[in-house]
């Protein structure tokens, strides 16, 4: 009886964890696929930030940690808003993720005549030295234990990588000392040739 109950517990959760996973993989299938297939509309950049730190707070909290969202994005890309979002949130909730209880994730944002600029910063462990290339390849983990246990499938900021390259865009990462800071480049409208021409 014993071994039964503690099975039916175990299996919701990895079907959960399947679920999860097999939602991951159609999404970078999806985002990987005909370039002319993708939705292509005017979006303001801030308004989706503003969307996804609002709706990423409550799992903040419930992990104890808070987000600090600062400065404004008042321009418009040209892109799919879904994607975007996506992209941001799968940052965003990395962040949280690996966030210590009591800290603070920082989103700051950042705007030029050519280019918005969305820096996320978490105060966790960051990330050694030599993995920093890996961390937006498909599947890589940094620590196989901890990524498990947090419910990572390892795709989340592939997928974050894959939505931003479809926007003319560059994704970075880098150890803040403490934490990891990831920053996000997107061109606006009217500098989409910025990141090509530099």
Known sequence: MATFCAVSLILPCEASMVTCLVSEIVELTRI????LAQKTEVVRIGEIINETVSDCRLEAEVRGCSIQLQGQLPGEVSGDPELLRRAMENVLRNAIRYS?????INVALTQTAKAATIT???CGPGVPPEA???IFKPFFRVEESRDAESGGM????????RAVQMHQGEITAQNAGPGLCVQILIPLIDGIDFISST
């Open 32 to 35: 990987e696929g005909d370039p």
């Open 100 to 104: 210590p209880q009591d800290e603070v």
């Open 132 to 134: 920093l290339p890996e």
């Open 154 to 161: 390892g795709l989340g900021l592939s997928i974050a990588k």
């Open 120 to 122: 996320i910063r978490d």
